[in-house]
């Protein structure tokens, strides 16, 4: 079944540590994208990719790295946690295609909390 | 730019009431319409979509309608569910982008 994943969905980690969070899609989609939720709710775009070797810098400004090797795979990496990268992080996919209805599909989230 | 603006919340209703959220846009060009909802615990799921003027959306028994001349993608349900209680974002898609009202917290009692 075509889906979006994320792993781990809930992760508590020390300051200073390096962390990568997974993000894998088998819908065969071009765009994906990293948001940042805050605990009042709000998204906000953080990292996305047209496709393989694409990536783009979002609307927040974030210390998070990201990378596109491969098509199905968006993985999100913190060098050094710090308790002010406690969130929520979604990640998401949508079709490369042209205006008009490019829905985006979301996975289920990473909370993550750095002590 | 774009932005969305969406009636803050959090919304309280008693089951089999009538819900309103109310959400208008602002953004260049024709941009995509959407409503999703997120239960607790849980990643965003798309409720329902509009890709044009004056096309309404619907899904769970959830409506709304693409108002171009007001700007506005209000979401209505006429007799919610204690499985309803979830927070609710109105979005738009302009050029690739989404973007994201502040959601909108509501709670069905029983």
């Known amino acids: 079944e075509a889906d979006i994943y994320q792993t781990p969905r809930y992760l508590v980690i020390g300051t200073g540590k390096k962390i990568t969070l997974e993000c894998s899609q088998t819908?065969?989609?071009?765009?994906m994208y990293w948001y940042q939720q805050d605990p009042g709710m709000e998204l906000h775009l953080i990292h996305y990719?047209?496709?393989?070797?694409?990536?783009e810098k979002g609307d927040l400004s974030s210390e998070s790295t990201v990378s596109r090797i491969r098509t199905e795979h968006f993985p999100l990496t913190l060098e050094s946690a710090r308790p002010s990268h406690t969130s929520q992080y979604l990640c998401?996919?949508?079709?490369?295609?042209?205006?008009?209805?490019?829905?985006?599909?979301f996975g289920p989230g990473t909370r993550l909390t750095v002590l | 730019g774009n932005s969305v603006t969406q009636m803050e919340g959090p919304v309280t209703l008693s089951e089999e009431a009538f819900l309103t959220i109310n959400c208008t846009y602002t953004?260049?060009?024709?941009?995509?319409l959407f409503w999703y909802v997120q239960y607790p615990g849980e990643g965003l799921q798309l409720l329902l979509k509009?890709?044009?003027?004056?096309d309404k959306g619907s899904n769970k028994g959830f409506e709304a309608t693409y108002r171009k001349e007001t700007t506005s993608f209000h979401l209505e349900k006429g007799s919610v569910q204690v499985s309803d209680s979830a927070v609710y974002f109105c979005?738009?898609?302009?050029?690739?982008?989404?973007?994201f009202g502040a959601g909108t917290t509501v709670t069905v009692r029983a």
């Open positions: 819908m065969g989609h071009d765009k």
């Open positions: 979005a738009l898609i302009n050029d690739y982008k989404l973007s």
């Open positions: 953004a260049t060009g024709y941009p995509s």
């Open positions: 990719s047209y496709g393989v070797n694409s990536t």
């Open positions: 509009a890709t044009k003027a004056d």
């Open positions: 998401a996919s949508s079709e490369f295609r042209g205006s008009g209805y490019n829905e985006q599909f």
